[in-house]
Every structure is written in structure tokens, then in C-alpha cells.
């Protein structure tokens, strides 16, 4: 399992909680509810981890910081 941390946020834009995964720009997921967005954004990153696996491509790690917004 690849621990990569998960930003969820509500966009006014999309009028969506969007799922935001920072070492990979383009995994950007809007669904209507915080646990879809998130369960959205986690099978992109398998995907992503797998595909990059079977093309031999690089797999940035997991930056391991926590965010703590007051």
C-alpha cells in the first residue's frame, strides 16, 4: 500500500469535494462526498503505481508530511 498523503477539499468551482494527491499533479478527483473523493483518489494512485511499474517508469515517494490547518 503507498502511503501517499490526500488533500479533500470543497470547490465552489466543481461543486464537489475534490481529491488532490501532490506528488502527481494530474490526480485530481471530484465526486459529491469526502469518502468517494478520497476512495477515488486511492485507486488512481494504484493505477498510477501500477502502470509506472509495468513501463519501468520512476515512482516518486510518499513525502511524509502532515498538514495542519487551524
Not at 488533500?7 to 469535494?17: Q, R, T
Request: hydrophobic share 45%; aromatic share 12%.
Amino acid at each position: 500500500m503507498n502511503k501517499y498523503a490526500v488533500i479533500i477539499y470543497w470547490s465552489e468551482e466543481d461543486e464537489a469535494f475534490v481529491a488532490e494527491v501532490p506528488p502527481t499533479p494530474w490526480v485530481r478527483r471530484a465526486r459529491s462526498s469526502q469518502q468517494a473523493a478520497l476512495a477515488s483518489a486511492q485507486e488512481a494512485i494504484r493505477l498510477w503505481v501500477d502502470t509506472a511499474k509495468e513501463f519501468g517508469d520512476p515512482i516518486p515517494e510518499p513525502k511524509g508530511r502532515r498538514l495542519i490547518f487551524a
